[in-house]
């Protein structure tokens, strides 16, 4: 069921993923698919006592009272003829009421308990951290500013109107429409697509002279 709930997480990441904003797939899906398991647990994590099945809810939510009723408030487990009466009352098998009644009287485990009594080793030892690592987000944060400082030069080579029209198409999140490009510089709706083509293609061209400038100073 965790699986499936990060497959719905991930789903939702390739739907909202943009990757002109320069982040990696794979980074920005983390994320969703993190929150989508989270969110199960915290909506199921009574399950985890309480069973799947109707048998074992209905044994859930009337063990503690018909134990009070029998007086079978013993520590560890039920005597046998308990375990019988209250299966018979209850409609179950003698083994759901026992496994039930040990499920509810077992302590929680935290985090921070050993592993073992004559060990050092804590529960959250074993989890396993998906988070990259300080040399992975450092490189990815170096790279993508080179490449906000690659596209910063490139704009320079741009006239305003040009810079203007490419930034409104382009480079918003809602891009404004031909039609009110072309109403704010008094020229056509087809003017204002060559404008915005051509300062894409000047755009292009010059990213890529600068990182073949910048490859060729390196070596």
Known sequence: ELISEGNVGMMQAVKRFDPDRGFRLATYAMWWIRAAIQEYILHSWSLVKMGTTASQKK???NLRKLKGQLKAMEEGDLHPENVSKIAETLGVPEQDVVSMNRRLAAPDHSLNAPLRI?????????????TEDQESQLA??????????LLKAA???LNDRERRILEERRLKDNPTTLE???QEYGI????????????FEKLQRAIRNAAIEE????S
């Open 180 to 182: 009110d490009l072309s």
């Open 59 to 61: 044994l859930f939510f």
């Open 188 to 199: 056509s709706r087809e003017r204002v697509r060559q404008i915005e083509v051509r300062a």
């Open 118 to 130: 004559d060990g050092d080793g804590e529960w959250q030892d074993w989890l396993v951290d998906d």
């Open 155 to 157: 704009m320079a080579n």
């Open 215 to 218: 490859r060729l100073a390196i």
């Open 140 to 149: 990815e944060s170096e790279e993508l500013g080179k490449r906000r400082a």
